[in-house]
């Protein structure tokens, strides 16, 4: 981890304002994110947007920004693209800290017994299925490996959409699972998770909009990182661009503190398909 992506991780927490006017220049660009194209982070947005911010900072040393400036008049990148990322840097960092600022309210708020069960037993079966199945998987382990259970419903509402993402996008690797697997499992999960975010409250208000704002916010970042990682490793000193441009869920995890909590048990095998 590079020090200028400690020194903004460190300074977010007093840099409110600024971070709140990064999330004023794009919330109308991220409200207007179709559904189809909203997801989930499976990193933390905060640890994202200081991976991104101080990208941001190195193209705008003396040294990258004249050969930057070079390819914009070549219209080999685009001429918002520093100040864009920097918005939306700031924007996931002011969400993610809005969203846990309000998540303790929603993590207490009452919800009708029948379905904090229904939710607790689905999330728990389906978590079980995708972590058998993908995850020692390279490119979907990690997102598996995000889901866990947290300290309250909103955590759960969460986990039941990724784990519903993850059944819905690897269908073919699970269906044949007669333990955990019901062809249910999806519809279900949306419409359990939906539930949740009706029980916790007004979603303009509460965690759950903040949440819907990371869901808008992420597939934004991630198209911009790529841009900006293109145009970081080209412009880079030899041996340097991966350095200095790194993939952003892998940074945005190695800034993340080691976890603490117990290792998780083996899940339970599947039952084989009868012959």
């Not at 041996?239 to 200095?244: D, K, N, R, Y």
């Not at 290792?263 to 398909?273: F, R, S």
Request: glycine share 6%.
């Amino acid at each position: 981890m590079g020090r200028t992506q400690r020194r903004i991780q460190q300074e977010a927490p007093t840099l409110a304002s600024r971070a709140e006017l990064g999330w004023n220049k794009v919330k109308d660009i991220v409200a207007r994110v179709p559904d189809a194209e909203r997801q989930l982070p499976n990193v933390d947005l905060q640890l994202a947007g200081s991976v991104v911010l101080a990208a941001v900072e190195t193209l705008r040393k003396p040294v990258f920004a004249a050969r930057l400036a070079r390819l914009v008049s070549i219209e080999e990148a685009p001429g918002d693209l520093v100040e864009r990322a920097e918005s939306l840097g700031w924007a996931s960092i002011h969400a993610r800290r809005r969203q846990l600022e309000t998540a303790g309210s929603a993590s207490t708020a009452k919800v009708p017994e029948a379905l904090a069960k229904e939710s607790l037993g689905l999330r728990d079966r389906m978590f079980r299925l995708c972590e058998y199945h993908f995850g020692d998987d390279p490119a979907v382990g990690p997102t598996v490996a995000y889901v866990r259970e947290g300290t309250g419903y909103l955590d759960r509402a969460n986990d039941l959409e990724t784990l519903a993402d993850l059944c819905e996008q690897h269908p073919d690797a699970i269906k044949a699972d007669q333990r955990n697997y019901r062809a249910t499992d999806v519809a279900d999960a949306r419409r359990v998770a939906a539930a949740l975010y009706r029980a916790l409250g007004d979603e303009r208000d509460g965690s759950a909009h903040w949440m819907q704002s990371q869901s808008g916010l992420w597939p934004l970042l991630l198209q911009t990182w790529a841009e900006v990682q293109r145009a970081g490793r080209f412009l880079a000193p030899l041996g340097q661009g991966e350095a200095l441009f790194p993939s952003l869920v892998s940074a945005a995890r190695a800034l993340a503190p080691k976890s603490s909590s117990p290792a998780k048990t083996e899940p339970d095998a599947p039952t084989p398909p009868p012959a």
